[in-house]
């Protein structure tokens, strides 16, 4: 039986001279020429009881960071081997490279011939692979809604901050920087509490000037795109560090970001920019064409070149407004 490869890169000609060079090897391409194409195909060998025998990986991809979309497929076929290929090699540090050497890394360029070598080695060291079927987590059932809101004025901004930090059935508060001042995510056990609870603790409030309610929901998606988007999610909270943790560390800083969309193209939007680099985490709003998200870095710079490089520049995306999440000892 002809061994099957994924092969995902943005690059149209070299996936035509790999396809066409591995095919002649013997092997059956399937080019990606993205994450997300990637993803949905994927998802499509899975409902159809088939897997990769290997992936072939890029890991500067235009939607998706190629080493997260690797833990996605790892976590889905832990034993099938893959191959990351870069042309950016120089801009590794070891230990991306040693992550990423597994089971291979090569460097660009690079023709069928070596490539092919590689697969055969790698496919004779590898035991027979077992198919596994990812489970999903069980989640509280739950609902979730963001309140943003401004202060009268600076007097009543602190001792309102502390009364909403200690207020039940919040789960975030964050004093940020913008047109805002606060930002609070509160969570109870239906979206009628959760509405009651703002109308009815929050804006009775001493020191709010306005807020804004905005309840979390789940995008209207095709059944594909939401098996991605639950595989995904359980990925990224399992390999990457603790939300919290990121949060917690000095040496990181958080943004949120309020990105509004075109709602015709939310469906494909959506994944991408749940999947985009140094997101912690991304929730629709119900009711508008507009997603919110954390986003974190080493310094706001790096934020500033994720939402300049990799949101504002997304096909369907209208305005992004971004909110330096501050430390309230500091002001």
Known sequence: MQKRILLVDDESALRRSLSLGLNQFGYDV????NGLTALNTLEAYKQNDISPDVVILD????????????????NRYPDTPMFYITGYAEELDLAEIEELQADGLLEKPFDANELSGKIQSVLESHPPKKETVVQER???????????ISAENDEEFFP????????DN???????????DIFLLIQADSADFCEKYFNEAILSMKGIKSAEYLPVGVPVLNENIRQIINSAGITMFEDMPGMN???????????YVVVDVEREYLANLYPVLKLTDNVLYCDYISGHASVIL?????????????IEKKISRLEGVIKVKKYPVINIFEM
Request: aromatic share 10%; hydrophobic share 35%.
């Open 30 to 33: 399937e080019p990606c020429e």
């Open 59 to 74: 890991i500067q991809l235009p939607d998706i960071n190629g080493k997260k979309l690797g833990r996605i497929i790892k």
């Open 138 to 148: 069980d989640t509280a059932k739950t609902v979730s809604a963001y309140v943003l």
């Open 160 to 167: 309102l901050y502390q009364k909403l930090y200690f207020t």
């Open 170 to 180: 919040v789960l975030y508060c964050d004093a940020v920087r913008g047109d805002k």
């Open 245 to 255: 943790k990121i949060r917690d560390n000095k040496k990181s800083v958080c943004s």
């Open 294 to 306: 954390m986003l974190y870095g080493t310094q706001f710079s790096e934020i500033d070149r994720i």
